[in-house]
């Protein structure tokens, strides 16, 4: 049974970082994926925020782009998300989404405030 797995949320106050990682257990083509991160806020519908397909190449929300960064390890079944310059807006829980097979990580909260 293929789970995802995700950590690194949390509280902090704007202008401050946050590393979220996704692992991946139970599967042999993680590699092969396209991985993203996706976020909802409350009264919000569910958004992109990043994404990376198997070859590495990578496309972010024009809302984070500059701040963000998203990467992979592939012998770790890891991606990651690397949050910087965090705003207030940026509150959300963040969803990691397993493209090929279709799955969403159980969702973890980060909460930007001061």
């Known amino acids: 049974q293929v789970k995802l797995v995700e950590s690194g949320g949390g509280l902090v106050q704007p202008g401050g970082s946050l590393r979220l990682s996704c692992a991946v257990s139970?599967?042999?083509?993680?590699?092969?994926?396209?991985m993203a991160w996706y976020r909802q806020a409350p009264a919000k519908e569910r958004e992109l925020v990043a994404a990376?397909?198997?070859?590495?190449?990578?496309n972010y929300a024009d809302s984070v782009k500059g701040r963000f960064t998203i990467s992979r390890d592939s012998a770790k079944n890891t991606v990651y998300l690397q949050m910087n310059s965090l705003k207030p807006e940026d509150t959300a829980v963040y969803y990691c989404?397993?493209?090929?097979?279709?799955?969403w990580g159980q969702g973890t909260q980060v909460t930007v405030s001061s």
């Open positions: 139970g599967s042999s083509i993680f590699s092969s994926s396209t």
């Open positions: 990376i397909t198997s070859g590495g190449s990578t």
């Open positions: 989404r397993y493209a090929v097979l279709a799955l």
